[in-house]
């Protein structure tokens, strides 16, 4: 039955959730602090809340989570990861404390969502937008999370994946922002790297029932170039 004719609810829906940074981890909370009094000092502005984001999709064929967070373990197949990245420091990435995953987790938990300070709003009810959501976040980028490796003009995070999905999956998250007296950093960059890159061409769909194996961390650095002098390479 239509959604149109009023007569039941949408068979879609894609909702944003905004959760306060460190909620549950009082390291991420203090250390996210000292952060933003630090950028707001640097930019001559109050101090703001900051806050992590995570999406939620429900189906007919069933409902997902979508979120950056640490690596746990390695049993990310469990969780629906779909790719890696590395943390702060490249190199550093092969160790799992330093790494990253993408989920996209088919009946999964966001821990934090009910914690005090969160919200919650409705993206979109379109099942097709839903879905190509769920198709898109695959070919995410993995640059290291924290630095600026793609140019953006602030880090890499998980808001970062969170507004480069929605903007790639046809969503304006360029005009959506966190709660008011709010600030959520990355969010910008993903909505940049987002509108920068040319869309992928079709592909078959990723598997939603049996997550692939994560795809790696991208080397986002530039190959060095030879010298050369007038007669030639030099040797």
């Given at each position: ?130 879905r190509l959501i769920l198709d898109t976040l695959a070919t995410v980028p993995t640059p290291t999370w924290g630095r600026d490796e793609l140019r953006a003009g ?82």
């Amino acid at each position: 039955m239509s959604d149109r004719d009023g007569s039941a609810g949408p068979s879609a829906s894609v909702e944003l959730h905004w959760i306060p940074l460190g909620a549950g981890a009082n390291v991420v909370r203090v250390s996210g602090r000292l952060y933003e009094s630090l950028s707001a000092w640097i930019g001559r502005r109050r101090p703001q809340n900051l806050f992590h984001s995570a999406l939620t999709l429900s189906l007919p064929e069933g409902r997902y989570t979508i979120e950056q967070t640490p690596v746990p373990d390695l049993r990310g197949e469990l969780r629906g990861v779909v790719a890696e990245g590395p943390v702060a420091i490249r190199c550093a990435g092969r160790l799992r404390h330093f790494r990253y995953e993408v989920r996209c987790w088919r009946d999964g938990t966001i821990p934090d969502l009910q914690c005090p300070g969160s919200h919650s709003q409705l993206v979109t009810s379109d099942a097709p937008t839903a879905r190509l959501i769920l198709d898109t976040l695959a070919t995410v980028p993995t640059p290291t999370w924290g630095r600026d490796e793609l140019r953006a003009g602030e880090m890499w995070n998980s808001n970062s994946v969170i507004a480069w999905v929605l903007t790639r999956s046809g969503i304006e998250a360029r005009l959506i922002a966190p709660p008011a007296g709010g600030r959520a950093p990355g969010w910008a960059a993903g909505c940049v790297v987002a509108r920068r890159d040319p869309r992928p061409s079709p592909r078959e769909p990723t598997s939603r029932t049996h997550p692939r194996s994560p795809r790696p961390a991208e080397d986002t650095t530039e190959p060095a170039r030879r010298p050369t002098t007038r007669g030639g390479t030099v040797r």
